[in-house]
Nanobody, 122 residues
Framework: QVQLVESGGGLVQAGGSLRLSCAASGRTFRSYIMGWFRQAPGKEREFVAH????????YYADSVKGRFTLSRDDAKNLVYLQMNSLKPEDTAVYYC???????????????WGQGTQVTVSS
């Protein structure tokens, strides 16, 4: 399985931007659909976005549509989540995930990173 390491989290004011990165190890990166999930304290992990193997198609949760952009660089084994117009409700630990099925369900993803904290102050 692919190993994933997230970076780029931090503290930002509402309306600001952050770019999360996910570095994947292994030569099978292109085989995976890549996704981002997030988990706020006391809440279940929720889907944020995913991108297909080819990188030509993305799908976003309604809560982030129009504000977040997901992309992948297969040459570098990297996935990026550009987050703009951040809101306090975006505060969560963000997880990168690799899966074999284009789904919003956590069970569809087989490898997970350790997470990176994003905090948006009002």
């Amino acid at each position: 399985q692919v190993q994933l390491v997230e970076s780029g989290g931090g503290l930002v004011q509402a309306g600001g931007s952050l770019r999360l990165s996910c570095a994947a190890s292994g030569r099978t990166f292109r085989s995976y659909i890549m996704g981002w999930f997030r988990q706020a304290p006391g809440k279940e992990r929720e889907f944020v976005a995913h991108i297909t193997r080819s990188g030509t198609s993305t799908y976003y949760a309604d809560s982030v549509k129009g504000r977040f952009t997901l992309s992948r660089d297969d040459a570098k084994n990297l996935v990026y989540l550009q987050m703009n117009s951040l809101k306090p409700e975006d505060t969560a630990v963000y997880y990168c995930a690799a899966g074999l099925v284009a789904t919003i369900d956590v069970t569809g993803f087989v490898s997970w990173g350790q997470g990176t904290q994003v905090t948006v102050s009002s």
